[in-house]
């Protein structure tokens, strides 16, 4: 099996991945998603901006907006915010979601002709793994969303560094790639408790490795994107 890294904001051309791509965005938008998921959501579908949003809601019956622009303030409108603690006692159960966000979407969007696509985080990461190797991956591409003019982005880094450990596998203390995404850029302003859309819960939940045993594949549907 063969590893390769993107970078989603030094992306100047068409990107040249066909293979599996597993698009990572630990705060938040895949944490986000996964909780999403656990609490009983029967679908997400990841669109680009707010406009295709709105539409795409007038159109599904019970269906939320789950979304945030850059930086990480709410889509002003939609019903959540990108905020998986925020969602962590919402009743989704049988509700589509539609989500749109200023990275991790946007990364899914960028390679939505791949073989196999993947949205992926720290929560679900094992599970993520296990769904490469039992697809028989030759070529795994890592699209890293979460690093920026201001930020490193080593919450996707580490995210890439522990599901290539596992595929490879090497043994992986999911520790030390949870305290990875604590100390990063990002991280660190979650941690610091002073940015009212940052919450320190959020973070707490980004950071608990394999809290949830399933992947998140990423399918076509038309020109639409769906994770289920």
Not at 19 to 45: E, H, M, P
Not at 113 to 127: E, I, N, P, T
Request: with cysteine; glycine share 8%; aromatic share 8%.
């Amino acid at each position: 099996m063969k590893f390769s890294r993107l970078f989603l904001n030094r992306l100047q051309n068409r990107p040249n991945a066909n293979d599996t791509v597993v698009v990572i965005d630990v705060l938040r938008s895949f944490t986000t998603a996964a909780v999403a998921l656990a609490n009983g959501a029967r679908a997400i579908y990841p669109v680009a901006g707010v406009a295709v949003a709105m539409a795409l809601l007038g159109r599904l019956p019970n269906s939320v907006s789950v979304g945030a622009v850059g930086g990480g303030d709410p889509v002003p409108g939609f019903d959540f915010g990108n905020s998986p603690s925020r969602l962590m006692d919402a009743d989704l159960a049988g509700k589509t979601v539609v989500m749109s966000t200023a990275a991790g979407v946007r990364g899914l969007q960028s390679f939505r002709q791949a073989r196999r696509l993947y949205a992926a985080s720290l929560v679900c990461a094992r599970a993520t793994g296990e769904a490469i190797r039992v697809a028989g991956a030759e070529d795994v591409c890592f699209v890293i969303t979460g690093e920026w003019v201001d930020r490193d982005g080593d919450e996707d880094i580490a995210c890439a560094d522990y599901i290539e450990s596992l595929l490879c596998g090497n043994p992986a203390r999911p520790d030390q790639f949870a305290r990875r995404v604590r100390e990063s850029d990002f991280g660190q302003r979650f941690a610091a408790g002073t940015w009212p859309n940052l919450p320190r819960a959020d973070l707490d939940i980004a950071t608990h490795a394999d809290l949830f045993e399933f992947s998140m594949p990423v399918y076509r549907e038309g020109e639409l994107l769906v994770i289920r």
